[in-house]
């Protein structure tokens, strides 16, 4: 009934940017948090940013100062702009939202994944 879709990645060199743009859609009533997270190949999936629907951040400390999450609530869209790019940024990101999704006659609360964007950061 909802679906986040990722999109913006690629391959960007040493040092570059990049904009990833996640967007909701479905029978939402209302997200709560949404949130970027990455897993780089061999590693377990980590937290890069998280965003509240009151718009209050959170980043992990490999990020801050690089990267700056937002969010669109009329477009139900969050960001991650990521800045200054470094091979250690290379994985695949992934968008998650908790949120409320209309289920007649109910409104049932779901945690919900994109199906995640390649990154590559390389010269």
């Known amino acids: 009934q909802v679906q986040l879709v990722e999109s913006g990645g690629g391959l960007v060199q040493p040092g570059g940017s990049l904009r990833l743009s996640c967007a909701a859609s479905g029978s939402i009533f209302s997200i709560n948090d949404m949130g970027w997270y990455r897993q780089a190949p061999g590693k377990q999936r980590e937290l890069a940013a998280t965003i509240t629907s009151h718009d209050v951040t959170n980043y992990a400390d490999f990020v801050k100062g690089r990267f700056t999450i937002s969010r669109d609530s009329a477009k139900n869209t969050v960001y991650l702009q990521m800045n200054s790019l470094e091979p250690e940024d290379t994985a695949v990101y992934y968008c998650?939202?908790?949120?409320?999704?209309?289920?007649?006659?109910?409104?049932?609360?779901?945690?919900?994944w994109g199906q995640g964007t390649l990154v590559t950061v390389s010269s």
């Open positions: 998650n939202a908790a949120l409320w999704v209309h289920v007649n006659p109910e409104v049932r609360y779901f945690e919900v």
